[in-house]
């Protein structure tokens, strides 16, 4: 379509619009290929023309304020640390050539506590006094105090805290205080609107607005909740502070930011309420809080290691590694297999797996489907517990000539009882494909699509017929992960 062509298809798309319902404006995004032969045909018929709706109104957040900022709460904490005096906060290295000399008639090394005060957010849900914060709010304090945008301050007992999920529930003796409604953390929808409130900075009940940049993230370190990720300004103090939708509703706890100067850079995460408030429950009821645990090391499927191992497509959790005698070990599942589905929730992506089993009591059976060697398999598995910790021989190099491009060398046994493993092959050297994708020297080669490998010319034999694809096992300190590995 040429220029004036184009111009006369708009101009015949606005006299129908005009003799019709009027011209809507804007109607000029229902051409976003401008290219494509067809949209003139589609420019000359208005009733092919979907009709564009008209913008929502600004939702009202000063009445989400009103009605729920008396219900946000500021959080001090206060508390001890050990210091030390001398050549730790001198910070010398061993190499200047002054540490010596101030090691040896530099001040004496003292040992002291100094005091340390934090600061945060949290809200009321329940009249009695029943408060949600972030466990790393108040974690580690001597003394938490609660103050309410009415000034009325109270000295608060931590009921328990649960650092899996980051989540913590505190207790001040008061009645008939104003609550939030919770939510449901399930409905929401990537780009609507949310809000915020809570204390940054110190600034008590400071509102702040957004919309839900995506959903069910995975963090390093939670991995344990599927985080709501938002583009709402969150910032030091904010933590523990409602998340709520339009409708007023709490749907997650502010938590943590992405940020490489200590503040707000457009990506903040919240625990998902319905989380927060399983946790609050098993405190309330129990004092403590009990995860489900598998007792496996998984990660991604991409597309790479789905053509490795013959899925269709990339989907499931990948287990890199099975802990001895776990819950999983037990029901007999291997390194290598793939877990497409528990209790009939089909598993897309690996992040969602800990967090369905997290939420599984300790004692209950979970059904697994895992893909094993081009079939799947049913598997049932004793969930465990999750512990509390959690909640907090030279035998001459062989090099593959061929594609892989790795020298390994098989363990000795002093080796293989260090790293824990049955045959292995260390990896002395790597380049060509293996390099590329990752491995490198110290690593352990366990298995190649699988299969456990224990001598090199297995290796060699089992790459030299392999597709263009192979996934490869590795251990390295103390963690297994499969590599995915284009041989070309």
């Known amino acids: 379509m040429n220029v004036k062509q184009l111009k006369l298809s708009v101009a015949a798309l606005a006299v129908a619009g005009l003799l019709g319902a009027g011209y809507t404006l804007g109607a000029r995004d229902v051409f976003p290929a401008f290219g494509h032969a067809h949209a003139a045909v589609l420019a000359t018929t208005a009733d092919a023309v979907p009709a564009l709706s008209a913008p929502a109104a600004l939702p009202d957040m000063a009445a989400i304020v009103t009605r729920n900022g008396p219900a946000v709460v500021n959080i001090s904490v206060s508390g001890t640390r050990k210091v030390s005096a001398g050549i730790p906060d001198m910070q010398l290295s061993p190499n200047d050539p002054f540490y010596e000399f101030f090691r040896h008639f530099g001040p004496p090394r003292q040992q002291g506590d100094t005091p340390t005060h934090g600061l945060g957010s949290g809200f009321i849900v329940s009249a009695d006094g029943t408060i949600l914060t972030n466990a790393h709010v108040v974690d580690g304090a001597d003394e938490v105090t609660v103050k309410l945008t009415d000034k009325r301050e109270f000295k608060a007992k931590v009921l328990g805290m649960d650092k899996a999920s980051d989540v913590a529930v505190l207790k001040i003796d008061a009645k008939n205080l104003p609550v939030v409604t919770s939510g449901n953390a399930g409905n929401v929808r990537v780009g609507e609107w949310v809000l915020a409130i809570g204390s940054p900075y110190g600034f008590e009940n400071s509102a702040t607005a957004g919309i839900v940049s995506a959903k069910s993230r995975s963090l390093p370190d939670g991995g344990y909740v599927p985080f709501i990720q938002t583009d709402v300004a969150v910032n030091p103090g904010n933590s523990g502070g409602p998340l709520f939708n339009m409708a007023g509703e709490v749907i997650g706890v502010n938590s943590q930011i992405y940020s490489r100067s200590g503040g707000y850079q457009g990506l903040s995460f919240a625990i998902p309420i319905d989380v927060a408030m399983s946790v609050e429950k098993q405190i309330v009821d129990h004092g403590k809080v009990q995860h489900g645990r598998l007792g496996v090391m998984i990660q991604e499927v991409n597309q790479p290691l789905a053509d490795s191992f013959g899925l269709k497509k990339p989907m499931g959790a990948l287990v890199g590694q099975v802990e001895k005698d776990g819950p999983a070990a037990k029901a007999g599942m291997e390194s290598g297999d793939i877990i497409l589905s528990i209790n009939g929730h089909e598993i897309e992506s690996s992040g969602e797996l800990p967090v369905i089993v997290a939420n599984i009591r300790p004692g209950e059976t979970a059904k697994l489907q895992v893909w094993r060697k081009g079939s799947t398999k049913n598997v049932e598995v004793k969930v ?79 790459v030299a017929k392999a597709g263009k694809r192979v996934a490869v096992l590795i251990e390295r300190d103390n963690a297994r992960i499969f590599v995915p590995v284009d041989l070309g």
Do not use: F, H, W, Y
């Not at 260090?418 to 790597?430: H, N, R, S, T």
């Not at 293996?434 to 089992?462: F, H, K």
């Open 384 to 462: 465990g517990a999750l512990d509390e910790q959690m909640q907090a021989s030279n035998a001459g190099s062989d090099t593959d000539k061929g594609r892989l491009g790795v020298s390994v060398r098989p363990l000795t046994p002093e080796e293989q009882n260090q790293a824990g493993v049955k045959g292995g092959l260390l990896v002395e050297e790597a380049s060509g494909a293996a390099a590329r994708a990752g491995i490198q020297q110290g690593d352990i080669v366990l298995s190649i699509n699988g299969e456990p490998i224990t001598q090199a010319e297995q290796l060699r034999a089992m």
